[in-house]
């Protein structure tokens, strides 16, 4: 990876028109919508069918409650006042339930190699030490963990107590993400959060002293940040000695209205409340937060942090191996990933040449009528993945996990010369020309640049998905133009 973190990021997309994607626009995922969409029928049989056991895999838990909902989350999601924990026994219930179902379904998930566990929401953290017990328990007795199997626990900074975090660490936890998303009071308040700037530091500091790996989630875009506000903060961050600190740019795409496959309508997708704040101006401007992003790659870097993922920047020293275990299973190496949940979705993979991927329902009642009265799986839908679209889903996963993307590795699985064959290489190089991509031609590797790191979503959205997944030459030429 280059280590030139002086860059103009807003030179850069000057220079590259089809990077410039507004707010409303921008809502880029892992998740591919090429292939051919399958029912739930087909989807099962295929997943039944598939030959998992003793492969690599990641497991995930989506817990949808939160106790207080954000204005621009399009996540799936419901209220959880608190008062009744007889929602959080349900929710424990019903995500044992759909584990179950699948190890009955599919038995070759006992022997997957389950690498990492990513507990995550909505509030996973909002779960008492007795469900997290049940869930961990369940796990360890149901499918094979690997002895240094990485367990992620997400939540809220006023989730994180001193006790919380002893429980969760006794229960076998070793990771921990909290999403502060900004140490400004006003913009906490105004965007519907329910702690403010003291209580997240507290919760980061608590997390620190466990020398466990620790990531924040902070969001560039959101209203009222400057420049130099958004340095005060990650300064105030890195002052912490924070581990890990993921810098995301603000979604504000309307994923229903856009037809995607996963998530809900925020408020701020609202047309009116949408135009409404546009008009108030509260919003930095596209050029105004790769200023930000400038900045804050400069500071990072001047502190010892090094991106791996792609957004994700790390203390040197904080994994062994330079990346964590989720994004390394998740991403570079593209392996399973087995969710549960409802709006959870995962892909099954094993080193093949096409992708199986899976979608739960995203409506919550619709999840729990099928789990609690049906006993049914709680899928909504399945895509089968395969041919030039998989190779560019797995081109743009191992470019988000910011980790070199090795000639020879695609050829073994995919058959294909990514170097020499077309579309590939033009999309490839054209990538090295505008500096987004470093080729090294003695050891036929491409690996991202940090101008590549700083728009790796769009990258992988304009030149992966859209141009290599769909083949589209007018396409490309109007977005290199």
């Given at each position: 990876m280059?280590?030139?973190y002086?860059?103009?990021l807003?030179t850069?997309?000057?220079d590259?028109p ?7 626009d921008y809502d880029f995922n892992v998740?591919?919508?090429l292939?051919?969409?399958i029912?739930k029928e087909?989807?099962l ?5 598939f ?5 690599p ?6 817990v949808?409650l939160?106790?207080y ?8 999601k419901?209220?959880?006042?608190g ?5 959080l026994?349900?929710?424990t219930?019903a ?6 179902e699948y190890l009955?379904?599919?038995p070759?998930l ?5 690498e990492?566990?990513y507990?995550?929401?909505?509030t996973a953290?909002l779960?008492?030490?007795r469900?997290l017990?049940?869930?961990m328990e369940?796990?360890?007795e149901?499918y094979?963990?690997?002895?240094d ?5 997400e939540g ?5 107590d001193?006790k919380?975090i002893d429980t969760?660490i006794e229960?076998g936890?070793n990771r921990?993400?909290v999403?502060i ?5 006003r913009?906490l308040?105004?965007v519907g ?12 500091k608590e997390?620190?002293r466990t ?5 924040v989630?902070y969001?560039l875009?959101?209203p ?5 506000s958004v340095?005060?903060?990650?300064g ?5 000695e924070?581990?890990?600190i993921?810098?995301?740019?603000l ?6 209205g856009?037809?995607?496959d996963?998530?809900q309508r925020?408020?701020?997708n609202?047309?009116?409340i949408?135009?409404?704040l546009?008009?108030r101006?509260?919003?930095p401007?596209?050029d ?6 400038s900045v804050?790659?400069r500071l990072?870097?001047?502190h010892?942090?090094?991106p791996a ?5 790390s203390?040197?020293?904080v ?9 390394r299973n998740?991403?570079?190496?593209m392996d399973?990933?087995i ?9 099954l993979?094993g ?8 979608h739960?329902?995203?409506n919550i009642?619709?999840y729990?009528?099928?789990i609690?009265n ?5 899928l909504s839908?399945g895509?089968?993945?395969a041919g030039?679209?998989a ?5 743009g996963?191992?470019?988000k ?6 000639v ?6 995919f ?11 033009e999309v490839l190089f054209a990538?090295?020309?505008k500096?987004?991509?470093h080729?090294s031609?003695?050891?036929?590797y491409?690996t ?5 790191e700083?728009f790796?979503?769009?990258?992988v959205?304009v030149?992966?998905?859209?141009w ?9 030429q109007l977005a290199?133009?």
């Amino acid at each position: 990876m280059d280590d030139n973190y002086d860059i103009d990021l807003r030179t850069i997309l000057r220079d590259n028109p089809e990077l410039r994607i507004e707010r409303d626009d921008y809502d880029f995922n892992v998740t591919t919508n090429l292939g051919a969409r399958i029912d739930k029928e087909e989807t099962l049989s295929r997943y039944r069918k598939f030959e998992g056991e003793g492969k690599p895999a990641h497991l995930y838990l989506h817990v949808p409650l939160c106790s207080y909902i954000c204005h621009y989350c399009n996540y799936v999601k419901t209220r959880y006042s608190g008062k009744d924990e007889t929602l959080l026994d349900r929710w424990t219930k019903a995500l044992l339930a759909e584990s179950k179902e699948y190890l009955h379904l599919a038995p070759w998930l006992r022997k997957a190699r389950i690498e990492s566990i990513y507990f995550g929401g909505g509030t996973a953290a909002l779960l008492q030490e007795r469900h997290l017990r049940q869930l961990m328990e369940h796990i360890r007795e149901n499918y094979s963990l690997t002895e240094d199997c990485e367990i992620t626990l997400e939540g809220n900074p006023d989730n994180f107590d001193e006790k919380k975090i002893d429980t969760a660490i006794e229960l076998g936890y070793n990771r921990f993400s909290v999403g502060i998303q900004s140490l400004d009071d006003r913009i906490l308040k105004f965007v519907g959060r329910g702690h403010n700037a003291e209580t997240a530091v507290k919760a980061v500091k608590e997390l620190v002293r466990t020398g466990f790996p620790v990531n924040v989630d902070y969001i560039l875009g959101m209203p009222f940040q400057t420049v130099h506000s958004v340095a005060r903060e990650i300064g105030a961050l890195v002052a912490l000695e924070t581990p890990q600190i993921s810098i995301y740019r603000l979604r504000n795409a309307d994923r229903v209205g856009l037809g995607l496959d996963i998530g809900q309508r925020s408020a701020w997708n609202m047309p009116e409340i949408s135009k409404t704040l546009d008009r108030r101006g509260v919003f930095p401007t596209l050029d105004e937060i790769y200023s930000m992003r400038s900045v804050l790659m400069r500071l990072l870097s001047e502190h010892g942090y090094c991106p791996a993922p792609a957004a994700w920047w790390s203390r040197s020293g904080v994994y062994p191996d330079g990346i964590s275990a989720t994004p390394r299973n998740k991403w570079q190496n593209m392996d399973s990933m087995i969710a549960f949940g409802p709006g959870a979705y995962g892909w099954l993979t094993g080193g093949r040449k096409d992708i199986i991927q899976t979608h739960n329902t995203t409506n919550i009642s619709d999840y729990l009528y099928l789990i609690e009265n049906l006993k049914d799986i709680p899928l909504s839908h399945g895509r089968y993945v395969a041919g030039k679209e998989a190779i560019a889903t797995a081109l743009g996963f191992i470019f988000k996990a910011y980790q070199k993307l090795d000639v020879r590795k695609i050829k073994e699985r995919f058959h294909v010369d990514i170097l020499n064959e077309e579309p590939y290489r033009e999309v490839l190089f054209a990538l090295v020309e505008k500096g987004f991509l470093h080729f090294s031609p003695e050891d036929t590797y491409f690996t991202p640049t940090l101008a590549g790191e700083a728009f790796h979503e769009e990258i992988v959205h304009v030149y992966f998905k859209q141009w290599l997944g769909s083949l589209n030459p007018s396409q490309f030429q109007l977005a290199t133009s």
